[in-house]
């Protein structure tokens, strides 16, 4: 294995180091605002796997040479695949406590895919193995989270009387638009930092489809009478997301921007199957439909920036200088 491609490894894997600790803290603080005993224990067996996933970590970083005090550094410096932007999203809801792992487990994943194929680029089968069996138990995270939106939705709603449902249902509309305008924000600077031909193709068709989700969000809220000075404070609840990691374009962004587009998406589908949910315990049938419209259009962008992960890895590799496959 050649200096630069164990140098890239490194960096993966402090990232990946990162990525854990902070789940870990997520992970300790979720059964207490679950508000599900099916959502706790979700929440409380990932976290055994989650130190393991830790270790695991720790070890392929010893066997490549690389110092624990280098890993604190750059762990302190908190400069993983933008984790430090969820950070700042604070579920105070079992349904925003579950669309935010949701979310997170598919930047974890897509980080652990990342790294797979950096190694197999390097031929570390070892950090290869490790890489793909931990993305399984992401992804297999994920998919319970998914399973779980039901249950969120109840315990977030379980404590309002029957006629504040309305009033629910303009919150999470409110927040729906919040979340498209961050979304916009990050798509219309994607193209420029893309670093391939297929992922700008994909963020720009993708920014014009937020565009629309938000006219379609504005259209429901106004045919509800909600004014639109709500709409501010919902951004002001989800707090304006520091984009700079990626606006300061480095030259890891094609592959970091991927992974954290890809975990974006899934912030947005967990939004929209919480307003899907909460439309139809309302009655609003037109806003259940357009969550339904929007969450598609959602999961294929997701899948296109997924398809393009090769490209965005080589593309920040080859920026580096790192021997091409
Ligand atoms: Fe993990
Ligand atoms: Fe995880
Ligand atoms: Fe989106």
Known sequence: MTKSF???????????????????????????IAGDPEIASAFEQHETETQEHSRLVDERLTALGASPSKIKDVAGAATGMGFGLFAKLQPDTPGKLVTHAFSYEHMELAAYDMLARLADRAGDVETVQMARRIEEQERAMAARLEGLFDQAVEASLRDLAPDD????????????????????QLLSKGPELAGSSQLAAAYEEHLHQSEEHQQQIDARLASRGASSSKIKDAVLRLGALNWGMFFGAQPDTPAKLAAFSYAFEHLE???????????????????????QNILSEEHAAADKIYAAFDNALDASLEAQGVGAR
């Open 269 to 291: 589908i967990g939004a929209y199957e919480l307003l899907s949910r909460v439309a139809r315990r309302a009655g609003d049938s037109p806003t259940d439909a357009a969550a």
């Open 165 to 184: 449902l309305g009033e629910q249902l303009d919150k999470y509309l409110e927040d729906a638009h919040a979340i498209e305008a961050q979304a916009i």
């Open 6 to 32: 164990q140098d890239q490894l490194i960096k993966h894997l402090t990232d990946a180091h990162s990525i854990e600790q902070q789940a870990l803290v997520q992970m300790k603080a979720a059964p207490k």
